[in-house]
């Protein structure tokens, strides 16, 4: 890896030394600006349709609503009315809320259900197929967000998904790709293979068309009569169906049970901007302001962005946090998450003093008593000309999720019972090692990372972000806010520099492509660190930020009022302002 890099460094510096910038995010491009509203997605049909709802006069839920509906037409990896997600509230007075429209684990779900008769995993149980799918959250949570807060009718918000299912939409680049890359999960499947392949079993080509009649039809029954159409009537029942007939285990009782859950967000104050953001059933909001507590404390401004001095404290308030992560939480109706202490400012200067300013921390001497023993999601952004904003993330969890798709649906399903812990001390998809607290039980919501995180500074919105990433969501999230917080940078360039992640086990820095300098990885291998120089990119983070593109144009009070970035990592995203 080493050498192959610093090959291409050198091939790149011979050939550009003038104009074509060399490091992958030398250069961002600038923000979108927008006075009225800003919409920020991972598929630009999809932000066309937040924006044309702001203007026709709906609020930032109404936006989120038929932007969620329209992602699970215009981008099926992870876009979804099969799976489940989260969704942060800041209204424009202050208040904020949250919903936890999380898939649930089915009734007849056991702590074992993953493991054959020794007691090991069985490859890709918890993965591939209906035995992997939650009960779905996705349109119960879109429902209440628009009862509750939106103004618009849900045959308004519905439109826009409708028609792109039943009309089709053509493919840009971006789409077909992520395409591509499910093409061979999604031909396991007839039923997924008839919608999302051609009938020669290629994947759709650039120019294309992509329609899904049955999804079309899914939505219109959703925009006729309402979330039951989805939970107590045919959908339900063609699920049930598929999944007792494939080795699946929901009941029609899970999907009338389902309820979304209103929670109160997490919050902290970092640097005096206060943050707002996911609570349990997610670690995200909880664990971004456990690390932020403990950076607090260092001048990160002065350390320099990229510093070694820099990332050995980024890394070691991420090793400590992770373990509170895997070990300590999980579904706040099965057990008591110690959020209070988790978020207490003692605690992280605790966590501070057992930070060697030299050396490496060593994961293994964290490990909790007792512990062991027994791509794709998606976020957006929105801010409407009001100041509500809402940030959502939600998800299939892997790409396609389980990749299946009961007969006449059009209905991509979740594989998001793989966030639980299979076994304590085993892996799960994004390497999380987790214990008892996030053990399968039915009903029980597995463990989240989704972090829809607002921050408002002086009592006004100033920040929305979050992204896709597993397990990195975290420290993807965390470091787009201290990037702009700390390091000056302007939304885009806080988004699309290049990050490093650590997540307690394995005990390894991972960085991305051209991320640190080689004297710096060399100051840290020096230091103890075991680094993996990754040969890809992770996340697709969407961020706004209020009154201008960064704290120095904020602080001179010349930007426009919203600055709207999508990662250059993401394909297909748009930010659209208007
Ligand atoms: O809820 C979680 O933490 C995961 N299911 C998220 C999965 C994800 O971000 C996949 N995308 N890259």
Redo the contacts with the bound molecule.
């Keep these: 890896m080493h050498n192959t890099r610093r090959t291409l460094i050198a091939v790149s510096l011979s050939l550009t030394l003038t104009f074509v910038p060399f490091l992958a995010y030398a250069a961002s491009p600038q923000p979108a600006k927008g006075e009225h509203g800003m919409v920020v997605t991972a598929q630009h049909l999809a932000s066309e349709v937040g924006v044309e709802v702001l203007k026709q006069g709906g609020n930032a839920v109404d936006a989120a609503v038929a932007v969620g509906y329209a992602l699970a037409v215009v981008y099926p990896t ?1 876009g979804n009315i099969g799976g489940g997600g989260f969704m942060t509230i800041r209204f424009k007075d202050g208040r904020s809320t949250f919903l936890d429209f ?1 898939e649930r684990a089915p009734l007849a779900a056991t702590k074992t259900m993953y493991l054959d008769k020794d007691g090991k995993p069985v490859k890709g149980a918890s993965l591939d197929g209906y035995l992997a799918v939650g009960v779905p959250g996705s349109v119960a949570g879109f429902e209440m967000a628009r009862e509750k807060y939106g103004t618009l009718s849900r045959q308004d918000l519905l439109a826009p998904a409708i028609r792109f299912a039943k009309e089709g939409f053509v493919l840009e680049q971006g789409d077909a790709a992520s395409l591509q890359g499910g093409a061979e999960r999604l031909a396991r499947d007839p039923a997924a293979a008839a919608i999302f392949l051609k009938p020669d079993g290629k994947p759709y080509a650039v120019g294309e068309r992509l329609v899904q009649p049955d999804l079309a039809a899914s939505l219109a029954a959703i925009s006729e009569r309402g979330a039951d159409a989805f939970y107590k009537g045919a959908t339900a029942d063609a699920i049930v169906k598929a999944s007792g007939e494939k080795g699946g285990i929901l009941a029609r009782a899970d999907f009338e049970n389902y309820a979304v859950r209103e929670l109160k967000p997490a919050t902290c104050n970092y640097r005096g901007y206060e943050i707002i953001s996911s609570p349990p059933p ?1 670690s995200g909001g909880v664990i971004i302001c456990e690390i932020l507590n403990v950076l607090e404390f260092y001048p990160l401004s002065y350390l320099g962005a990229g510093s070694a001095e820099t990332v050995h404290v980024m890394v070691e308030a991420m090793r400590h946090a992770y373990v509170d992560r895997n070990s300590a939480l999980g579904d706040p109706g099965f057990i008591d998450n110690p959020v209070a202490k988790l978020l207490d400012k003692n605690y992280a200067r605790e966590i501070r003093e057992k930070i060697d300013p030299f050396r490496a921390g060593v994961s293994q001497e964290l490990m909790p008593k007792g512990f062991g023993e027994s ?3 998606t976020h957006f952004s929105i801010i409407d000309n009001d100041g509500n904003a809402v940030a959502v993330t939600y ?1 299939l ?2 790409s396609f999720g389980a990749g299946v798709v009961a007969a006449g649906t059009g209905i991509l399903l979740n594989n ?1 019972m793989d ?1 639980f812990t299979q076994k304590p001390g085993v892996p799960n998809l ?1 390497g999380l090692v987790q214990g008892e607290a996030n053990a399968i039980a039915p009903k029980k919501t597995p463990l ?3 972090s829809p995180t607002i921050l408002a500074k002086d009592g006004k919105p100033f920040m929305v972000i979050g992204s ?4 990195r ?1 975290i420290t993807i999230t965390l470091e787009a806010i201290v990037n702009v917080v700390d390091h000056g940078m302007n939304i885009q360039e806080a988004i699309d520099a290049p990050r490093i992640h650590h997540q307690w086990l394995p005990d390894t820095v991972y960085i991305e492509p051209f991320g640190l300098s080689p004297d710096t990885e060399k100051l840290l291998t020096g230091m103890g660190y075991r680094l993996d120089l990754a040969d890809t990119t992770w996340g697709q983070a969407a961020g706004i930020l209020v009154g201008g593109k960064s704290l120095a144009e904020i602080e001179k009070g010349g930007g426009a009022r919203y600055n709207g970035a999508i990662d250059s990592r993401a394909a297909a995203g748009k930010a659209i302002g208007y």
């Design positions: 992870a999380r997610s791509n794709e999601t998800t969890n892997g998001e966030d994004y989240s990372s989704m896709p990433g597993g397990s969501i």
